[in-house]
T-cell receptor, first 113, second 114 residues
Framework: GESVGLHLPTLSVQEGDNSIINCAYS??????FIWYKQESGKGPQFIID?????DKRQGQRVTVLLNKTVKHLSLQIAATQPGDSAVYFC????????????FGKGTLLTVNP | DAGVTQSPTHLIKTRGQHVTLRCSPI?????VSWYQQVLGQGPQFIFQ???????GRGNFPDRFSARQFPNYSSELNVNALLLGDSALYLC?????????????FGSGTRLTVV
């Protein structure tokens, strides 16, 4: 089955800096990838997604990069703000008839003013 | 337009009891998935239902069951509760069975088993 790992459980940055959160996955058949933000006491909130036929996708202040060769995914947040403080999860959809997301353990992002 | 709604928001149960959690998907979404999130971990897949049929099941014991109704709302049932069932239970809806159109999560039900 799929396994999803994370490089760093915590990340602390200064307000205004750029943040990079990384994720690794195991299944080369994975076809869809989503980054979620979860604040305390809330459910995961969609940030950005990317399909396996793309390498990069940009949103408002966020960019997701996908490297299928090494099965690596990253989320870049530009000009990080205190409101970005939360736990960030990557979720991987493994394709085929496997209709589920496999989540990593999450990275706690702390933004210092 | 309402998002994914879950009820109740919090629940305290005793070991051995039974619990029913409820989820209403986004209007027009026919797929509902359930996830369990224990403290400090990422959500773990329990079930997916589409058009009232089970389409996927995670590695959970038979004490966990679910169903989907004609209006696409869903219930998650857990029997013979154990202390280890204490977690945040999340419901996610999607407009497609594959989920490739994205998943929207509710705020969850916080279950505490004492």
């Amino acid at each position: 089955g799929e396994s999803v790992g994370l490089h760093l459980p915590t990340l602390s940055v200064q307000e205004g800096d750029n943040s990079i959160i990384n994720c690794a996955y195991s299944n080369s058949a994975s076809d869809y990838f989503i980054w979620y933000k979860q604040e305390s006491g809330k459910g995961p909130q969609f940030i950005i997604d990317i399909r396996s036929n793309m390498d990069k996708r940009q949103g408002q202040r966020v960019t997701v990069l996908l490297n299928k060769t090494v099965k690596h995914l990253s989320l870049q947040i530009a000009a990080t703000q205190p409101g970005d403080s939360a736990v960030y999860f990557c979720a991987v959809h493994s394709g085929g008839s496997n209709y589920k997301l496999t989540f990593g353990k999450g990275t706690l992002l702390t933004v210092n003013p | 337009d309402a998002g994914v709604t879950q009820s109740p928001t919090h629940l305290i149960k005793t070991r051995g009891q039974h619990v029913t959690l409820r989820c209403s998907p986004i209007s027009g979404h026919k797929s509902v998935s359930w996830y369990q999130q224990v403290l400090g971990q990422g959500p773990q897949f329990i079930f997916q239902y589409y058009e009232k049929e089970e389409r996927g099941r995670g590695n959970f014991p038979d004490r966990f069951s679910a169903r989907q109704f004609p209006n696409y709302s869903s219930e998650l049932n857990v029997n013979a509760l154990l202390l280890g069932d204490s977690a945040l239970y999340l419901c996610a809806s999607s407009s497609s069975v594959s989920g490739l159109t994205g998943y929207t999560f509710g705020s969850g039900t916080r279950l505490t088993v004492v």
